[in-house]
C-alpha cells in the first residue's frame, strides 16, 4: 500500500472553473501535508503546507485536511490554462524530516 | 536570499561509471534531502543529511551515498550506474526545528545513464 495516494489523472476543467485535487494518506503519524505543483521538465513548486485540521486559503488556492480521514485536497478556484501542471501531494513524518510524495495528479485546464 | 542550487543541470553517463551531483542549500537552511524522481513518477526519498550526518535513508542501495559540508552544501554519489538510475534527481532544503519541515526544492539534475 503507498502510502500517500493520488488520483494520477488528467482531470481537466474548463478555464474559470474549480480544480479539486484530492490526496488519501496511510501513515496516521503524519503531521504536515504540502502541496507541490510541478511543471514538465521542471522541478517542484511549493504552493501550500498545511498541519492544522481545517482549511487554510492563500489567493485562488485552499487546502484542506481532515486527520480523522486521513484525506488531504486543494482546490484551484478561476482555474487558469498556467495552471496546468501536475500536482504533487506530500506527508511529513517520522522523527526526521523524510517526506512522502504521491504520484502527482495531472491537471489541464482547457481554455 | 538565495535559493537551491544543483549542478549539473544534465548528465549522461554509461552503465558501471561513478557519478557526483553537488548541491548548495537555500540561505539560512541547515537540512538537505536527496530524491530520484523517475518519468511519471513522484520523488522518492533517497536520504537527508543534517549537521553534516545521513539523517535517514529511503530504500535505495549503498551505491547511493552523500555527503553534507559545513556550509550545508551537499553531495549525492552513485556507483556503479544501472540504466535504471537514469532520472531527475533533486535536492530539497529545509530548516530542521521549523514547524511544518516545508522543502523547497532546487532545479534538479537530469541523468541519463546509457
Known amino acids: 500500500q503507498k502510502e500517500v495516494e493520488q488520483n494520477s489523472g488528467p482531470l481537466s476543467v474548463p478555464e474559470g472553473a474549480i480544480a479539486s485535487l484530492n490526496c488519501t494518506y496511510s501513515d496516521r503519524g503524519s503531521q504536515s501535508f504540502f502541496w507541490y505543483r510541478q511543471y514538465s521538465g521542471k522541478s517542484p513548486e511549493l504552493i501550500m503546507f498545511i498541519y492544522s485540521n481545517g482549511d487554510k486559503e492563500d489567493g485562488r488556492f485552499t487546502a484542506q485536511l481532515n486527520k480523522a480521514s486521513q484525506y488531504v485536497s486543494l482546490l484551484i478556484r478561476d482555474s487558469q490554462p498556467s495552471d496546468s501542471a501536475t500536482y504533487l501531494c506530500a506527508g511529513h513524518s517520522g522523527g526526521y524530516q523524510k517526506v512522502t510524495f504521491g504520484t502527482g495528479t495531472k491537471l489541464q485546464v482547457i481554455p | 536570499e538565495t535559493g537551491v542550487t544543483q549542478s549539473p543541470t544534465h548528465l549522461i553517463k554509461t552503465r558501471g561509471q561513478q557519478v557526483t551531483l553537488r548541491c548548495s542549500s537555500q540561505s539560512g537552511h541547515n537540512t538537505v534531502s536527496w530524491y530520484q524522481q523517475a518519468l511519471g513518477q513522484g520523488p522518492q526519498f533517497i536520504f537527508q543529511?543534517?549537521?553534516?550526518?545521513?539523517?535517514g535513508r529511503g530504500n535505495f542501495p549503498p551505491r547511493f551515498s552523500g555527503l553534507q559540508f559545513p556550509n550545508y552544501s551537499s553531495e549525492l554519489n552513485v556507483n556503479a550506474l544501472e540504466l535504471d538510475d537514469s532520472a531527475l534527481y533533486l535536492c530539497?532544503?529545509?530548516?530542521?526545528?521549523?514547524?511544518?519541515?516545508?522543502?523547497?526544492f532546487g532545479p534538479g539534475t537530469r541523468l541519463t545513464v546509457t
Open positions: 543529511y543534517y549537521r553534516e550526518e545521513e539523517n
Open positions: 530539497a532544503s529545509s530548516l530542521t526545528g521549523q514547524a511544518g519541515a516545508v522543502q523547497y
